[in-house]
C-alpha cells in the first residue's frame, strides 16, 4: 500500500513539470509576438518619416542654413553642420586675403610700370639731346676699356721680343719640324694653321718652303703688317677659329708664345683640341717661355702683362701625352749668348741662371 502511493506522487509530480514547461513555452511565444507587434509598429512610424528627413537635411545642407533648425535633427547633425559653417568661414577669409594680395601687388606692378616708362622716357631724351656722355669724357677722361692697345703691343714687341730679322733667326730652327709634317700627311692636301701670327715672321718663313699658311691674330696693328708683306691672315679670337675647324683637318698647328697667356683650363682645353683638329701624322707644335730659368721665372715671365700662367715644360709634356700624342718632344731654345760655360763651373746652376729662355714642344699624333 505504501509503495503504490508513492508511485502515484511521482507521477502526480511529473505531470505538474510537465505543466510548467507547457506553461513557460506558451508564455515564451506570449512575449515574441508582443515584441514583433511592437517592432513592426516601429518600422512603420520610421518608413513614415524617412521623406521628410531627408527633405530637412537636403534643405538644410543646399541652403547652408544656421546651426538653430527647428526640424528635430540629431545631435550629430548639429555638430557636423556647425564643423561646415567653421570651415566656410576659413574658406571666405582665405579668398579675401588672396583678392587683397592681388590688390596689394596689382598696385606695386603699376608703381613699377610707370617707374620703368619714367626712366625710358629720361633715357630717350638723353640720346636725342646728345647728352649721354660722362662728367670724365666731359672733362677729358679716357675709360680702360676704351684705349687701343694694339699700337702699345707692337711697340712692345719690338721692344722686348727684338727685331723681326732676330725673330726670323731663331725660327729657323723650326722649319724642318713643318717639312716633316708635310711629308708624313702627303696623301692629304697640307693646311697649316699658325694662332697668334704677329707680325708673321713663322709665315714668312713657310712661305719660303712653299707653304702657305693662315695666321690667326686678334691684333689690327700687327694684322696690318702681316698683309703688308702678302700673308694670309684673318683677324679674329684664335681659341675660338681652332673651335670652328672640323675634325683631322690639319697637318701642322703652332702657336708661338701663345699658351701663356692662357688660363690652365683654357691651356689644357687648347691642346685637346689641337688634337682633334690634326690629321692622323700631323704635328702640334708652340714654344713659350721656360721658367726653369730663374731669371726668367722670377722676372722676365712677367715683363708683358698680358701673361696668365707660365707652362713648365714637365707640365706642357704631361697634357700633351694625356690627350693622345705620341712621341712628345721637348726643344730647350735661346740660351743666354753673353754666356759661356766653363768646364769647371757647376753645369746645373749655370743651366738655371743661364740657361735656355725657351722652349718648343712638338706633339705628333699617331
Known amino acids: 500500500m505504501g509503495k503504490e502511493t508513492k508511485l502515484e506522487k511521482e507521477a502526480i509530480l511529473l505531470e ?5 514547461e507547457r506553461l513557460k513555452s506558451e508564455l515564451r511565444s506570449e512575449r515574441l509576438k508582443k515584441i514583433n ?6 518600422d512603420d512610424f520610421a518608413l513614415s518619416n524617412k521623406s521628410p528627413l531627408d527633405s530637412a537635411l537636403e534643405d538644410i545642407f543646399l541652403a547652408e542654413v ?34 587683397r594680395f592681388q590688390q596689394v601687388n596689382r598696385a606695386k606692378w603699376v608703381d613699377f610700370s610707370r617707374s620703368l616708362s619714367n626712366l625710358h ?23 680702360a676699356e676704351d684705349i687701343d692697345f694694339s699700337q702699345f703691343y707692337l711697340a712692345f714687341e719690338d721692344e722686348f721680343r727684338g727685331a723681326q730679322e732676330d725673330i726670323l733667326e731663331r ?13 708624313r700627311t702627303n696623301d692629304k692636301p697640307f693646311q697649316a694653321m699658325d694662332l697668334g701670327c704677329g707680325r708673321g715672321e713663322w709665315l714668312s718663313l713657310l712661305l719660303e718652303e712653299g707653304i702657305e699658311a693662315l ?5 689690327p696693328s700687327l694684322l696690318r703688317e702681316c698683309q703688308s708683306k702678302n700673308l694670309l691672315v684673318e683677324e679674329g679670337d684664335a681659341l675660338g677659329k681652332l673651335n670652328d675647324q672640323t675634325d683631322q683637318s690639319l697637318s701642322l698647328l703652332t702657336a708661338f708664345h701663345l699658351i701663356e ?28 717661355p721656360n721658367v726653369q730659368n730663374i731669371d726668367v721665372g722670377s722676372s722676365g715671365f712677367f ?25 712628345v718632344k721637348i726643344s730647350f731654345l735661346n740660351p743666354d749668348p753673353s754666356f759661356e760655360v766653363k768646364e769647371s763651373e757647376n753645369k746645373e746652376i749655370d743651366s738655371r741662371l743661364h740657361g735656355p729662355r725657351d722652349y718648343a714642344l712638338i706633339a705628333y699624333k699617331p
Not at 121 to 143: C, F, I, P, Q, Y
Not at 261 to 288: C, K, M, W, Y
Request: proline share 6%; aromatic share 8%.
Open 121 to 143: 622716357a629720361r633715357v630717350n631724351a638723353l640720346v636725342e639731346s646728345g647728352e649721354t656722355t660722362s662728367s670724365s669724357d666731359k672733362s677729358g677722361g679716357e675709360r
Open 303 to 327: 715683363h708683358d702683362p698680358t701673361h696668365v700662367r707660365p707652362v713648365p715644360w714637365q707640365l706642357g709634356k704631361f697634357m700633351s701625352e694625356h690627350v693622345g700624342f705620341l712621341p
Open 261 to 288: 697667356h692662357l688660363d690652365f683650363q683654357t691651356q689644357f682645353s687648347f691642346i685637346r683640341n689641337a688634337f682633334r683638329v690634326l690629321r692622323p701624322g700631323g704635328i702640334l707644335l708652340f714654344e713659350t
Open 37 to 42: 507587434t511592437i517592432s513592426s509598429e516601429n
Open 215 to 219: 695666321g690667326i691674330d686678334c691684333n
Open 171 to 183: 725660327l729657323k730652327v723650326h722649319v724642318p719640324i713643318a717639312i716633316e709634317a708635310r711629308k
Open 66 to 99: 544656421s546651426t538653430t533648425v527647428k526640424s528635430p535633427l540629431p545631435k550629430f547633425f548639429n555638430r557636423l553642420l556647425r564643423k561646415q559653417n567653421k570651415v566656410n568661414r576659413y574658406i571666405i577669409s582665405a579668398f579675401r586675403n588672396i583678392v
Open 16 to 20: 505538474v513539470q510537465a505543466l510548467k
